[in-house]
């Protein structure tokens, strides 16, 4: 997958100062530099499960729910191994759901291409090019950067802070918040002496990723896979709601998440005021261009904001504003640029998430999976049943290994089994969907951490220690301050 900036920047790994490709990070893989053998034993391994499923009697399932849980085990199987982009095995998910009579086109794809979800990652996509072009991102970044970087706990705000920017703004993810972030650690740490260098520059990176990923749901639109969440969740949120709901407790995991890196990765942190300045000079101006920028991306937030008084979709606001946004002569950005650099393979990748979600719903699969993977007693204690879900979620992730073949699984699940306790499903389903985000052991288990590894400033062995300590702060972050929360709010009664 592709970041938003290109360029060399001298780097500090393994003692030596490197010259680094920032388009191209140094461990980031592609299916295309497999071998032919090794991608079709991926497919083997894939179909095997599929057709497996298909042939054998499973009790309790008909034979359409059969052919239906074939399908989906195959389709998760295969993002698992990565036997090909994601974008092409949720295609052949809902072409072979299709002609196979499990399901019908319309059933499927309602879900994505007829609501308002997809086009608002649509939209949030072509909000984060537009800050990458203008340097609006690098600009907020280093401004923000002269005020929150003289010390650990200063820098860990930096970390709050710029996420919770990026998000306002529709940095739709986190390769463009790592793809931003990681180079001005990587200055940073070339200023530095001696092991504090190394040292600093392991713990701003562990912040980046462990206090920076909740971030990504402080809003509706800090994440396209919050889309995906509300998708599987069969849920529909507002701008303001979403805000309401999951702010607070995203916010305490990433307080919790900075407390351990502070245990794990004490250092002494302090960036030279130089870089920043520097920067922000080199930028100049603000330029039309970003004016153009900021004014739209106000326009939309404002929208955003006052929804529940308008009644207008969050979803339809931002294709709204991201049409001006190429009109001839108002407009910033290029349509047939933006065509060409969309990331096709998380909308195909989408709609066969949203597609897996909706045959799980109409084959009432979900309680058969709550039944194979959630023991049959479930705390009634809703801090419990927290902690629980959130560990479980965890625990899932840790075997599925793809972070969104991890939700395809727990988010539907948690939320029945939040139904079947009279409890508010979204709740429960938002705590799977945090816990599989906010807590990983290895690097496979999120794109973003593979990406952000590319930079060198951590090792396996961080991102193991991290996840260790995270089992506990975000099970806590959720299960305990997220649910308390809740019940204060109301969400819970």
């Not at 529709?170 to 990681?182: E, N, P, Q, T």
Request: net charge positive; aromatic share 14%; proline share 4%.
């Amino acid at each position: 997958m592709s970041t938003p900036c290109s360029g060399r920047i001298v780097q500090w790994q393994e003692n030596t100062m490197t010259a680094v490709d920032l388009s191209r990070p140094a461990t980031t893989t592609s299916p295309d530099s497999r071998t032919p053998l090794n991608t079709g034993l991926r497919w083997a391994a894939g179909i095997t499960v599929g057709l497996v499923v298909w042939f054998i009697h499973i009790p309790d399932l008909n034979v359409r729910q059969e052919h239906g849980a074939a399908l989906i085990l195959a389709t998760i199987v295969l993002w698992l191994l990565r036997a090909a982009p994601q974008g092409v095995v949720a295609l052949l998910f809902v072409v072979t759901a299709i002609l196979s009579g499990v399901s019908d086109g319309e059933t499927l794809l309602r879900p994505s291409w007829t609501s308002s979800q997809i086009w608002f990652v649509f939209a949030s996509f072509g909000f984060g090019y537009m800050i990458a072009d203008t340097s609006l991102g690098e600009r907020l970044t280093s401004r923000l950067l002269r005020y929150f970087s003289r010390s650990f706990w200063s820098f860990g705000l930096f970390a709050i802070v710029s996420g919770t920017v990026f998000s306002v703004i529709g940095m739709a993810g986190d390769f463009a918040r790592v793809g931003i972030l990681y180079p001005v650690i990587a200055a940073a740490g070339a200023t530095m002496k001696g092991l504090r260098r190394e040292a600093s520059t392991r713990a701003m990176a562990m912040m980046i990723l462990g206090v920076g990923q909740p971030t990504l749901m402080y809003v509706f639109n800090g994440f396209w896979l919050n889309q995906t969440f509300l998708g599987l969740a069969q849920e529909k949120l507002s701008y303001v709601g979403w805000f309401t709901h999951f702010m607070v407790p995203s916010l305490a995991v990433s307080v919790l998440g900075l407390i351990a890196i502070r245990i794990l990765f004490a250092a002494d942190i302090k960036i030279p005021a130089d870089i920043s300045r520097s920067k922000l000079e080199s930028l100049g101006r603000l330029t039309p261009a970003e004016w153009r920028t900021m004014g739209f991306i106000g326009l939309a937030i404002a929208l955003w904001l006052t929804s529940s008084w308008t009644g207008l979709d969050a979803g339809w606001i931002a294709l709204s504003v991201f049409v001006l946004m190429l009109l001839p002569g108002i407009g910033v950005m290029n349509f047939q640029d933006f065509t060409r650099r969309m990331n096709w393979n998380i909308i195909f990748f989408l709609t066969g998430a949203f597609a897996l979600g909706a045959l799980i719903k109409e084959l009432h699969l979900a309680p058969i999976v709550e039944h194979w993977l959630v023991p049959s007693q479930l705390p009634n204690n809703p801090f419990v049943l927290g902690i629980v879900a959130s560990l479980l979620s965890m625990l899932i992730h840790l075997f599925t290994g793809d972070a969104a073949s991890a939700m395809a699984v727990t988010v539907p699940v948690f939320h029945h089994a939040a139904v079947m306790y009279g409890l508010n499903p979204l709740v429960y389903g938002f705590v799977a969907y945090m816990s599989i985000f906010s807590q990983y052991f290895f690097l496979y288990q999120a794109a973003g951490v593979l990406f952000a590894y590319g930079y060198g400033l951590f090792t396996q062995k961080d991102i193991f220690k991290f996840g260790l300590a995270s089992v506990i702060t975000t099970s806590l972050g959720l299960g305990v301050v997220g649910v308390f929360y809740w019940q204060v709010t109301g969400m819970l009664h």
